[in-house]
């Protein structure tokens, strides 16, 4: 009998989500995207905070990105998504939080909010996706200017410095084709390849920045191969 789909409440341009996507592509779990409203959120009324992605795994409900990760990897332990060894692990980890707490704001929301292009088109397909009215189709893309005003000012403040970011990135690849060193691909790969290939796979600006590191090209095509492409959230027809 097959199992039923692990449900994904989402965003399609968060980085969180496309990590969690790209881990349940990875692990071969079939799970059905559920796209939110951006403020009025009733599809998640049972969360408090309000915040995606989360999932409910036939009843069981996990947030945080980085929890439904170590969930993932307890209830669905193979192909493994972290190292056996308990250092190695650590350091997967410890990877995985500095993209989050590091490399998010530092490169993708610098990247995808910061330059004026690759705004229109990110919140174009956030707009695409969204169960909006007609109406809010039509009012979110000028209004997104004045309601994320802040998050754009301080993306934009950071734009001259991306390239910091990617330095980060190629750092954390020395020592074996996957990041920390690791001989096989781990949840902070998975993490990382998610935003980086949502921005190369979408033809967005920054994308040749990327693919011109020669150590981050040759790894993201390590991972290409196990896991989706950075289209992995826009359904058929929605371009960013």
């Known amino acids: 009998m097959d199992r039923r789909p692990i449900t994904l409440y989402a965003f399609a341009i968060s980085p969180y989500v496309h990590k969690v996507a790209a881990i349940l592509d990875y692990k071969r779990l079939p799970y059905r995207p559920v796209f939110i409203h951006p403020q009025r959120k009733s599809e998640i009324r049972f969360s408090e905070k309000k915040l995606v992605p989360i999932i409910d795994d036939d009843g069981t409900i996990v947030e945080d990105s980085t929890d439904i990760a170590l969930y993932l990897e307890e209830r669905y332990p193979a192909p493994a998504a972290l190292p056996a060894d ?33 705004r229109k088109r990110v919140i174009g397909a956030l707009a695409s996706t969204s169960p ?34 990617l330095d980060g990135l190629e750092e954390r690849l020395d020592g074996g ?3 920390g060193g690791q001989g096989a691909v781990s949840i902070a790969d998975l993490a990382a390849y998610a935003a980086t290939s949502f921005i190369v796979d979408n033809r967005l600006e920054g994308a040749d920045a990327i693919r011109g590191r020669p150590k981050i090209a040759t790894w993201m095509e390590h991972v290409r191969p196990l896991t989706s492409d950075g289209r992995r959230m826009l359904p058929a027809g929605v371009a960013v």
């Open 177 to 179: 084709p996957f990041l």
């Open 132 to 165: 909006l009215n007609a109406v809010e189709r039509i009012v979110l893309p000028p209004a997104s200017g004045f309601i994320l005003r802040k998050m754009i000012a301080e993306a934009t403040s950071k734009v001259a410095q991306l390239s910091r970011a």
């Open 86 to 118: 308990p250092g190695a692990c650590k350091t997967a980890l410890a990877i995985e939080d500095w993209f989050d707490t590091t490399f998010v704001p530092d490169f993708y929301v610098a990247n995808n909010f910061g330059r004026p292009a690759n």
